[in-house]
């Protein structure tokens, strides 16, 4: 049997190379969902992540609505209180991870309220320079066919772009894509009036998101370990400076 490309640069490496490529990539899939289908997603893109050998944190951020208007929706608070004791995600986790899946339902277009407070929060990890190069892909759910799938995710990546990380669509880099409404941006699901699981083919794309996501971040975190890549925190860290002047 031919040796894969993988296997052919890994005879030519070093023995430090080889270290370092031997480190997983750390993924964090960091989602909001209200009634359930964006958390679904968030597993099926975790679950490609593990499978293309990531080390994996899954974690739901805040919830910002009041208690009495959760309590009015019963798929609401049902799946409050379905992953009331699951981990919450952290600013600790973003300088943890090497690539990151943000998961967001549509909200009028955009991200929803939740997920951008704690984006918003990451102002100092911006400033040092510790978000620069993290591998960024991202997915979403919306009631109707034109609810907004894709406006959701270029105005999620607008953030990315001022992070300096490197956005990864999904594309059409895998077939799943094309089953699953042929949405390059990232996995989108288009949920109706249902709750519950998403479709199957829904579920391949996320999966296959997850899995580029790990593959491509493990290829820059391992660069990046090894010194090809310059984070220039310093660079950003001096303009702040300047600007405050």
Known sequence: ????????????????????????????????????????LAKTVAQGAREAAAEVRLRHVEELAPELLISQNQAWGRHRSEVGEEPTATLSDLEWADGIAFGTPTRFGNVAAQLKMFLDQAGELWQQGKLVNKVITAFTSAQTVHGGQESTILALNNTFYHWGAIVLPLGYTASEAFNGGGNPYGASYTSGTRVGEPDPETRAVAMAQGGRLARVAHVIATAQRGGMLDVRCSVIAEAVSRARR
């Open 1 to 40: 049997m031919r040796p894969t490309s993988r296997e052919r640069v890994g005879a030519e490496m070093s023995g430090d190379d080889k270290q370092l490529a031997s480190q997983p990539a750390k993924v964090l899939v960091a989602y909001y969902s209200a009634t359930g289908h964006v958390h679904a």
